[in-house]
């Protein structure tokens, strides 16, 4: 009967080291639901995003993003983000991402960065013509992404 604890025992202190070394690091499954887009960009509107596995075939370092208006005068909009070296990316147009004045926005190309630990990071809004025929431009905001 010794021998059969004995084996039980090391097959069991095999396994675990084996577990140890393959299993992903805690963050690299960012959450999948529903997150609060919380940033200081706008003072009348506000969205949340529906995180979802990439399609076709999932993979641990992408995820759908859906970004849901409150307000139904916003625009909605998505992509896939992806992460690399911590740090997701989101790169995603925005119908109305430049609002110039009550019911005219103009289309920007947004680009979200955020770290995978703390959800915190920064958006860079890019846009070919400004307001009321102006210039191209760009424009920065920070983010926090919270758990709903």
Wanted: charged share 15%.
């Amino acid at each position: 009967m010794k021998p059969i604890k004995v084996l039980t025992a090391v097959a069991a202190a095999v396994l675990m080291a084996l577990a140890t070394v393959v299993a992903p690091p805690a963050k690299a499954f960012w959450n999948l639901g529903n997150y609060d887009l919380l940033t200081n960009r706008y003072n009348r509107a506000s969205w949340y995003w529906f995180v979802a596995r990439c399609n076709p075939v999932p993979a641990t370092d992408c995820r759908y993003i859906s970004a849901v208006p409150r307000l139904k005068f916003y625009n909605y909009y998505g992509g896939n983000a992806y992460l690399v070296n911590g740090q997701w990316t989101l790169k995603t147009e925005v119908s109305d991402g430049l609002q110039c004045a009550p019911g005219y926005a103009m289309p920007t190309h947004e680009t979200y960065v955020w770290d995978d630990n703390t959800l915190a990071g920064t958006i860079t809004s890019n846009y070919d013509v400004g307001c009321f025929n102006g210039p191209p431009g760009q424009q920065f905001w920070t983010f926090q992404l919270q758990r709903l």
